[in-house]
């Protein structure tokens, strides 16, 4: 066991693409736990045993507890692949559907917050020069920020 339970959210509005782009980065085997008590089978993420099934686990964990609103619209992932290191660090990548020009995005993320009750996940907002930071807890689960000119 650790002191300390935190996943890091970085979403990057791409304005080319029109999409955000994201990458959540957990401890491997806290996401495990929390996959196994949702009850998923284990999956042996990253090893020669891994689930062949694994990814779409994620993608349902990911679309539970992780949401993005941008101007009022649940945004809807794709998940692009999940990259697990030797240090025990698990990043999963997803992308949004298409959106022109966000305004106000309100994001909410209830990350591993049901098994550990000092869970911390921080999330990293970015459009154009605009960068954002938030704190999230399972006190304060949710942070809307309104966003200014984006750069073209």
Known sequence: MHKYYVSITEAEYNAENKTFEISIKFIGHDLEKALTSAGAPNLYLGTEKEVKNANAYLKRYIERKFQMTVDGQKLEYSFIGK???????????IQSNTLENPKEVAIKSTLLTELFSGQANTVYLKSGEEKI???????KVS???????LSK
Do not use: I
Not at 83 to 93: K, Q
Not at 133 to 139: D, F, I, N, P
Not at 143 to 149: F, N, R, S, V
């Open 83 to 93: 990259e697990v290191n030797n240090d025990d660090f698990l990043y999963c990548y």
């Open 143 to 149: 942070e809307t920020h309104t966003l200014g000119k």
């Open 133 to 139: 930071s938030y704190y999230l807890t399972k006190e």
